[in-house]
C-alpha cells in the first residue's frame, strides 16, 4: 500500500488547531440526504409507509445488522473481516432459544449468557488472528464452518418451537416500546453512541485506527496491537450474542435453521455503504448504521410497493458500488489536490 | 500489501546448515511437509483415504468405502473444483483479489441456459457458447470494477454477488425451469465406463471427462505455458514492479475475474445438467457455491495476498475435501453427515492456515 496521503480535511483540521476529522463525514451526510428523499418518495407512493407500525418493525428489523455493524465496522477499521458472525448468530441463537423453552430462565441471565457465548466464540477469531498471525478472511472462513457444525448440531434437526415471549421487550409488539419507540433501536441507538465517542475520543479506539493505517507503525509507536485485535474480535461476538436475542424477539415462537443466513455479508454491506474502507484505518460506526437503514429501508420499500422481495438485493448491490465509488472518487480527487 | 512477507513455495527455502543421519532426512521431510503444499496435500489425502478404510474394515460405515463409492462421489467434484480454478486465477491477480459472485453467476447463467436451450429451443452448442460468454460479461463487470476502477475486489465482488442472485431469482418469478430439453440433459452426469479399463476402474461421471478435465487443462496451460500466465503472477506479486517493468495491469487483472465468470457459465452447464433443471438458487442456496471454492483454494495452497498458487494443489484439496465428505456420509447417519463435513472443513482451512503463519515465520525470515 502507499502511503496514505493527508486528506484536505485534515490539513484545514490542523490548521484549525484540530487533530480529528470532522464529526460527520459527507458520505455520511450523503446517505442521510438519500435516506430521506427514499422517505418521502416511498410515503407518496405507499400511503403504509409512513404508518406507526410499518416504521416500528422496520427499525426492530433494523437492530440486529446495527447492532452487529458496530462491531464490523471496528474489526473492518482494523483492516480486518469477520465472515463468521453469521454462524455465530446461529449458535447463539439456537442457545437461547433451547434456555428459553427448557429452562424456563428469566431474560436477564438469558441475555448475559448468550453474550459470554458470542464474546469466546469472537474471542476464538480474534486469537488465532492475532497471535495466528493469520489473514482475518481465512480464519473466519473456517470458524464460519465450525460454529456453523455447532449450531446445527444444538437444532439437532429440529426447530425449536412454542419460544416464550419472555425476550418480548425487544420485539415489534406492544411490550417492546415506549412511547411508540421501540426498546431495539434504542438499545441500538446507545450502543453506536457510545462506540461513536470511544472510537473518536478514546485511545484505545484511536489505537484501531492506528492498526488499520499501518500495523507495523502502530506496534512501533507502542500501541498493543495483538490484545487490541483480539478484543474487536471479541466485541463483535459479543453484539452479535445480544442481536440474537433482537432477532429472536422480532421473529416467531418457532426458530428454524436458516437462523442468521445471509447476515454477514448484510452486516459487511451495511458498513461498506457506511463509507468504512476495508482497506482499514478509515470508517464510522455511524456511517454503518446510516448503511443499515438504508438496506432496510430499501427492503421494506420494494416490499410494499408490491414488487419482488429478492430485487432489493439488486438495490443493494447498486448502492454499495455507489457508495464505494464514491468514495474512490472522492479519494482520488483528495490524492491530486494536495 | 508487505510484499516482502511473500514467499514462493517452489523454491526451497535457504538451507540450515547440514546434518547428517536419519534425523536430517525427518527435517527434511518435516520442512518439506511444511513448505510444500503439494506433499502436505498428499501425505493428507493418503491419511484420509486409510483412515476411512480403516473405519469400513472395523464396521463403522454403512456401505463400503470403496473404489466404486470414491469414483461416484466424484461427480461432486465437478463444480466446486472448476469453481476454485476460477478463485485460483483471481486470487493469484493479487491486491486481495477475492470472487464472491460465482455462485451468483452460476444461477444467473443457469437461468439464461434455460432459457435459451429450454424454453427458445436454441441449438445446444450454441446456447453453451452463449452461457459461457454471459457468465464471461458477469466477470468483465467485476473486472472492470476491480481493475480499473478500483475498487477492493471484496466489495466488488459482494456488490454483484447480491445483484446477480437478485436477478436470477426475479428473471423467471423464482421458478425454475425444466422443460424436455433440459431434462434430457442429465445424461451428462451420468458415469460411464473407460474402454479398456472396464472391470478395473468403476465408472467415473461423464461430467469429469467433458468438463472438469477440460478446464483444468486449460487453466493449466494458460497459467504456465502462457505469457499471460506470467503476466498474472507477475501482476499478482508486484503491482508496481509490473507497471514499471511496460505490463498491461488493469488489462491482465480484469481478464482474471472474466476467465473466473466464463467457468462460471460453464459451471452453470454442469448444474443445470446435474438437477435436469435450472435452478434461480443453484449456485446460492445454503451457504453457497463461492465459499467452499474459496476454502478450496486457500487450501489447495493459494496466498490470499496473490501471486501464488498452482493447479496441483487446487486439484489435490478438491479431491481430499470430496473424497473426506462421501467417507464422512457413510460414518454418521442422517444430517449429521452433512454438519460433520462443515466441521472437517473449518479445521482443515484453520489448520492450514495456521500452518502457512509457521512456515512464513520459520523458512522464510520474516517474523510476520
Known amino acids: 500500500m502507499t502511503a496514505p496521503t493527508p486528506a484536505p480535511d485534515r490539513v484545514t483540521a490542523r490548521a484549525s488547531g484540530r487533530v480529528l476529522p470532522s464529526p460527520v463525514t459527507g458520505q455520511e451526510l450523503v446517505l442521510i440526504g438519500v435516506i430521506a428523499l427514499l422517505w418521502v418518495a416511498l410515503t407518496i407512493f405507499t400511503p403504509a409507509f409512513l404508518s406507526a407500525s410499518s416504521l416500528q418493525s422496520l427499525l426492530v428489523r433494523l437492530a440486529p445488522v446495527g447492532i452487529m ?25 439456537v442457545v437461547t432459544a433451547k434456555l428459553l423453552t427448557l429452562s424456563g430462565m428469566g431474560a436477564v441471565p438469558v441475555i448475559l449468557i448468550s453474550m459470554a457465548l458470542g464474546c469466546f466464540l469472537g474471542a476464538i477469531n480474534g486469537l488465532l488472528i492475532s497471535y495466528g498471525r493469520v489473514p482475518a478472511i481465512i ?22 418451537n412454542g419460544i416464550p415471549p419472555t425476550l418480548g421487550f425487544l420485539g415489534p409488539g406492544q411490550a417492546g416500546r415506549v412511547l411508540g419507540v421501540p426498546y431495539a433501536f434504542m438499545l441500538m441507538v446507545v450502543l453506536v453512541a457510545l462506540a461513536w465517542v470511544y472510537l473518536r475520543h478514546f485511545p484505545g479506539g484511536r489505537h484501531l485506527y492506528a ?47 436458516s437462523v442468521g443466513r445471509g447476515q454477514e455479508l448484510a452486516t459487511i454491506a451495511a458498513v461498506v455503504i457506511g463509507g468504512t474502507s476495508v482497506m482499514g484505518g478509515r470508517g464510522s460506526v455511524l456511517g454503518s448504521v446510516l448503511g443499515a437503514l438504508l438496506v432496510q429501508t430499501v427492503a421494506t420499500g420494494v416490499t410494499q410497493l408490491g414488487w419482488p422481495t429478492q430485487l432489493a438485493n439488486l438495490f443493494v448491490g447498486v448502492f454499495i458500488v455507489v457508495a464505494v465509488g464514491a468514495d474512490l472518487i472522492r479519494e482520488r480527487y483528495a490524492r491530486t489536490s494536495v | 500489501m508487505n510484499t516482502e512477507t511473500r514467499e514462493d513455495q517452489t523454491q526451497t527455502p535457504p538451507q540450515p546448515p547440514e546434518k547428517s543421519g536419519p534425523s536430517a532426512r525427518l527435517s527434511t521431510l518435516g520442512r518439506a511437509l511444511l513448505t510444500n503444499r503439494t506433499v502436505l496435500l498428499v501425505v493428507l ?40 480454478l476460477a478463485e485460483l486465477l483471481v486470487i493469484v491477480s493479487g491486491r486481495g483479489g477475492i470472487d464472491l459472485s460465482v455462485g451468483s453467476i452460476v444461477s444467473l447463467a443457469g437461468m439464461m441456459f434455460g432459457f435459451t436451450y429450454g424454453m427458445w429451443g436454441w441449438p445446444l452448442a450454441v446456447a453453451i457458447l452463449f452461457t459461457v460468454g454471459f457468465g464471461a460479461l458477469c ?37 425454475p425451469i425444466s422443460s424436455q430439453p433440459v431434462v434430457d440433459l442429465y445424461g451428462l452426469s451420468e458415469s460411464v465406463e473407460i474402454t479398456g479399463l472396464k472391470g478395473i476402474i468403476p465408472g467415473i461421471p461423464l461430467g469429469v471427462f467433458i468438463f472438469l478435465l477440460p478446464t483444468v487443462v486449460v487453466v493449466w496451460l494458460l497459467i504456465s505455458k502462457t505469457s499471460y500466465g506470467r503476466k498474472l503472477y ?10 514499471w517493468a511496460g505490463l498491461e495491469v488493469a488489462r491482465t487483472r480484469a481478464m482474471a475475474y472474466v476467465i473466473a465468470g ?6 452453470a452447464i454442469v448444474t443445470v445438467s446435474q438437477f435436469a433443471s435450472a435452478r434461480p438458487d443453484a449456485g446460492t442456496s445454503g451457504n453457497g457455491m463461492a465459499l467452499p471454492a474459496i476454502t478450496m483454494a486457500v487450501l489447495g495452497g493459494v496466498a490470499i495476498t496473490g501471486g501464488l498458487g498452482r493447479v496441483v494443489g487446487v486439484l489435490l484439496a478438491a479431491l481430499l475435501i470430496v473424497l473426506l465428505n462421501a467417507g464422512i456420509l457413510l460414518a454418521f447417519s442422517g444430517n449429521a453427515g452433512s454438519q460433520y463435513q462443515l466441521l472437517m472443513l473449518g479445521l482443515i482451512l484453520v489448520g492450514a492456515a495456521l500452518l502457512n ?6 523458512y522464510s525470515g520474516s517474523n510476520r
Open chain 1, 211 to 257: 492498526i488499520g493505517d499501518d500495523e507495523q507503525a502502530a506496534e512501533l509507536a507502542g500501541v498493543n496491537v495483538r490484545r487490541h485485535v483480539l478484543s474487536a474480535y471479541a466485541l463483535t461476538g459479543l453484539l452479535v450474542g445480544l442481536a440474537a436475542q433482537v432477532t429472536i424477539a422480532g421473529g416467531t415462537t418457532t426458530l428454524d435453521q
Open chain 1, 69 to 93: 455493524a458496530i462491531g464490523m465496522t471496528c474489526v473492518i477499521i482494523t483492516a480486518g473481516i469477520d465472515i463468521s458472525i453469521a454462524a455465530t448468530l446461529m449458535v447463539c441463537a
Open chain 2, 139 to 175: 466477470g468483465l463487470v467485476n473486472g472492470v470494477l476491480v481493475a480499473y476502477l478500483g475498487f477492493p475486489p471484496l466489495i466488488a465482488t459482494l456488490a454483484t454477488y447480491y445483484a446477480y442472485w437478485s436477478l436470477a431469482l426475479v428473471i423467471n418469478q423464482q421458478q
Open chain 2, 234 to 243: 507477475a501482476v499478482g506479486t508486484n503491482d508496481t514492479a509490473a507497471r
Open chain 1, 139 to 160: 480464519i473466519t472462513f473456517g470458524t464460519a464452518n465450525i460454529f456453523q457444525f455447532i449450531g446445527l448440531r444444538i437444532f439437532n434437526s429440529q426447530t425449536v
Open chain 2, 262 to 267: 466464463a467457468v462460471a457459465g460453464l459451471v
Open chain 2, 45 to 84: 489425502l493418503a491419511l484420509g483415504i486409510i483412515w476411512m478404510k480403516a473405519l469400513d474394515a472395523s464396521g463403522y460405515l454403512s456401505a463400503p468405502y470403496d473404489l466404486s463409492y470414491m469414483t461416484s462421489s466424484l461427480v461432486n467434484l465437478v463444480p466446486l473444483t472448476m469453481l476454485a
Open chain 2, 357 to 362: 503463519g509457521i512456515t512464513m515465520r520459520k
